[in-house]
């Protein structure tokens, strides 16, 4: 015979519903957890993200949730073709600008907008005119 001590029924029963206690609070615990995890109107995103921000839940359930949710977080980018095609013209020093825009001023003053001489001076994309090719030092 052995010399344990013999469980009587009284303690059996205490354990037993030590035991039970136990498992219900767990219960409780992961209903709570189901509930919060699909209550409202949450997407799946939304779910994946408040497991992996949760502390309580273990390392390799957060990963995996981070994994899952990663490409709805940081989109892939993707070639786009450019928004504006933009050319830069060269940069004109002030004074050449003023000389050019005076120059511009007196020789179509009084002219007509239909007269030959007008066309002359109507700027072109590149921001120069017609009668600076005439002129020797332009």
Not at 11 to 19: F, G, H, I, M, S
Not at 103 to 123: D, F
């Amino acid at each position: 015979m052995t010399d344990e001590p013999v469980e009587t029924v009284e303690q059996k029963l205490a354990r037993y519903a030590t035991v039970i206690g136990l498992q219900r609070e767990e219960i409780d615990r992961l209903r709570a957890q189901v509930a919060a995890l699909t209550e409202g109107t949450d997407d799946a995103h939304s779910t994946l993200r408040r497991i992996y921000l949760n502390e309580a839940e273990s390392s390799n359930a957060r990963i995996k949730a981070a994994q899952a949710s990663i490409n709805y977080e940081k989109s892939r980018l993707e070639n786009a073709p450019p928004a504006l095609e933009l050319t830069a013209k060269p940069v004109e020093d002030l004074a050449t600008l003023v000389h050019r825009r005076r120059r511009r001023v007196a020789a179509l003053e009084g002219l007509p907008p239909g007269h030959p001489e007008y066309l002359r001076w109507i700027e072109r994309e590149d921001g120069t005119y017609p009668a600076d090719d005439d002129t020797p030092n332009g």
